[in-house]
């Protein structure tokens, strides 16, 4: 492991923050280089020993530059930027060396909005990363981050290996220098401060995969370890794609229980009750970009981590439901403030 560097960018991102603690705490001998739009006196103070490369994801050379050099790269930055993705794939691919890329991803690209039959019903197709590998590989164009997941999967081959790791919906917090709050329960508390009462769309009865952050971050580390360890059990490429999926969770089950943490926690009017929507309602949350409001909390993501969890992924994070109440807190003390 001595002397291997490692380039990471989302540095200071919900997820990708938390993946940098971990990776110094786990191995402190990494020679390690952060992406930064803007370097600050914080993060140099938190990571000392952390090099820089000042660069947006629009700044190419620079990220090809800094994945050609490194051994190791992590993308948890703009995982939708086809310019960022090409910019290291093209690094790696100059290398004469072995190289290694863990690309982040989403459930987003099995969600069945695209479908428009199960909006706020229970969808009973679970999606597998082993037996349907497959099909998650043949995903249209259209399926959100799939284009770029491809380029990813198929550039596996010669002396570059690759692994995307998809997460579902993440709750929890962060220990990112950066920026702590992940969407799932904050928008979600946003909105239903704006209207006065949490909603679910029609029956509600719509499927979300959850997982906390912590977990999250524990496949990261233990796909790099197995690849530290010369990566026998890793698998690359296409089959090198492993859910992070802890749990699920119904949506009208989640508004009612944000529903009563916000008539405790203050952020709601007392009498309140979380209340079946329509999708007009529901669309006009966010009326610039409605089909986002209908992915997050009308549509159904279901997934298995049997990938993951043959390779030894056992999540253990708080649940759901014992985050929940801090996660709305916090989220609801940002907004005020």
């Not at 291997?4 to 989302?10: A, E, M, N, S, V």
């Not at 370097?39 to 000392?48: E, G, Q, R, V």
């Not at 290291?88 to 459930?107: A, D, P, Q, R, V």
């Not at 990261?220 to 010369?230: A, N, P, S």
Request: glycine share 8%; with cysteine; proline share 4%.
């Amino acid at each position: 492991m001595a002397g291997q560097k490692l380039f990471i960018t989302g540095a200071t991102g919900f997820i990708g923050g938390s993946v940098l603690n971990k990776i110094i705490a786990t191995y402190p001998d990494l020679d390690i280089t952060a992406l930064l739009r803007t370097p600050t006196s914080a993060f140099a103070a938190k990571y000392p020993n952390v090099k820089v490369v000042k660069g947006s994801f629009d700044d190419f050379d620079v990220i090809e530059k800094a994945a050609q050099d490194a051994d190791i790269t992590i993308h948890t930055g703009d995982i939708d930027h086809p310019g960022c993705a090409k910019a290291i794939l093209s690094g790696l691919g100059k290398k004469t060396e072995m190289s290694f890329l863990i690309h982040l991803t989403g459930t987003g690209c099995i969600s069945d909005e695209r479908e428009q039959t199960w909006e706020g019903k229970f969808n009973p197709h679970v999606w597998d990363d082993i037996n349907e590998i497959q099909e998650i590989y043949d995903l249209p164009d259209s399926a959100q981050h799939h284009v770029i997941d491809k380029w990813i999967q198929d550039a596996s081959r010669g002396l570059v290996k690759t692994v995307t790791i998809c997460p579902p919906d993440i709750y929890g917090q962060s220990s990112t220098i950066g920026n702590r709050a992940t969407f799932m329960v904050p928008d979600y508390v946003a909105a239903a401060k704006k209207y006065g009462e949490c909603f679910y769309l029609g029956a509600g009865e719509n499927m979300r995969a959850i997982t906390h952050i912590d977990d999250v971050v524990d496949l990261f580390l233990l796909i790099l370890h197995k690849h530290l360890e010369g990566g026998q059990e890793l698998q690359y490429g296409k089959e090198g794609f492993y859910f992070a999926v802890a749990s699920e969770v119904a949506w009208k089950s989640a508004a009612e229980a944000i529903n009563q943490l916000g008539l405790e926690q203050g952020w709601l009017p007392q009498g309140t009750k979380a209340a079946s929507w329509n999708k007009e309602q529901l669309s006009a949350v966010l009326p610039e970009d409605p089909g986002r409001v209908l992915y997050l909390w009308g549509s159904n993501s279901r997934a298995e981590s049997s990938r993951a969890k043959r390779l030894g992924w056992n999540p253990h994070a708080p649940s759901f439901w014992e985050a929940l109440a801090e996660d709305c807190q916090v989220a609801a003390y940002n907004l005020a403030n």
